[in-house]
Structures are given as structure tokens and as C-alpha cells.
């Protein structure tokens, strides 16, 4: 379920968090579809490489640069038997933790909220787990229905992919 939000409120850190839980919930239960209706219409989800953190999608090699249209069509891929990677889905665990608010947290609900994240992400698959560790970094905007996710940016900690192999669920 995701949180709503009176707009006559002001943005909490347990709202924020309550929201982000939701959204990793969505993700562990492969509840994709939902979890495509938290984000804006002009919504962009980022991976930059791990070797240029501060890149820039304008000029920069990403992992993922994604827009709402893309970010439906890697949904619809996960979701079909065709996708190798995922089917049968891996099972994760993405546990969110210091929660941090960077804007102003009086500010008004339509506002545009900057949050940041630590995250660990754990993918089980084929009888090998996986970790992935690192920080998001949110705006969030309201909406009639509640928060909306404007811009989430996923910065790995770790300096090598290898390990992990590749990046095909959602993190």
C-alpha cells in the first residue's frame, strides 16, 4: 500500500521511510506493475557506473538511464517468462536503512523532497546469493494519491561488478 498524504501535512522522515518500505516491499514481492505506479510521469531510475559515481546521463557511460517508458519495458521484460535472468524471479531482500532528508523537513507536501539511503540489496538465485550495497538518492514530489518518485539514483559501493555478475533485478 503506499502512504498518502494530506496536503495540508508536512513532509515527516516517517512518512519518507514508510513510502521507501512500501517501495521495497513492492520490489521482494515482484509486485513490478504496482511498484511502477510510485513513480512521476517524467520520472528517470539511474545506475551510474561504479567507477563515476557523480556521473551524468548527458555525457556519461551509465549502467541505467531510464525514463518512465523504459522503465515500463524493463518491467515487462522482468515480468515474461522470455526473461532468463528472472524466471523463475530471484528472491531479494532490500533492507533500507539511515534515512536521511536533505531538504528542509517543514518543508511543504508539494515540494520537491531530496532523500538520501543507505540500502542493502540480497538476491538469492540458483543456490548463489548476491549483495548489492550502496546509497540511494531520491526526489520525491506529492501528489493526489501521495508520493511520487520524481528521481531515484542508485550509487554502488562496491568498486567491482564482477562479483556480483550483473545487475538484472531491480535494485
Not at 65 to 76: E, G, M, P, S
Amino acid at each position: 500500500m503506499i502512504p498518502t498524504i494530506n496536503t495540508s501535512s508536512t513532509i515527516t522522515r516517517a512518512i519518507v521511510e514508510e513510502f521507501l518500505y512500501a517501495e521495497a516491499e513492492m520490489l521482494d514481492t515482484w509486485r513490478l506493475d504496482e511498484w511502477l505506479e510510485l513513480f512521476a510521469a517524467d520520472a528517470k531510475y539511474e545506475v551510474p557506473c561504479n567507477d563515476a559515481l557523480d556521473g551524468d546521463p548527458s555525457r556519461d557511460m551509465m549502467l541505467i538511464d531510464d525514463d518512465l517508458t523504459r522503465l515500463k519495458a524493463r518491467v515487462t521484460r522482468l515480468n515474461s517468462r522470455r526473461a532468463h535472468r528472472e524466471y523463475p524471479h530471484s528472491r531479494t531482500n532490500h533492507q533500507i536503512f539511515n534515512v536521511r532528508i536533505d531538504s528542509d523537513p517543514r518543508a511543504e507536501v508539494t515540494a520537491e523532497i531530496v532523500v538520501a539511503a543507505s540500502f542493502t540489496v540480497w538476491r538469492f538465485r540458483g543456490g548463489v546469493t548476491r549483495c548489492y550495497v550502496g546509497q540511494y538518492h531520491y526526489k520525491l514530489r506529492s501528489s493526489e494519491t501521495g508520493l511520487r518518485i520524481a528521481r531515484k539514483r542508485i550509487n554502488l559501493d562496491m568498486t567491482d561488478l564482477r562479483s556480483v555478475s550483473d545487475v538484472a533485478i531491480i535494485l
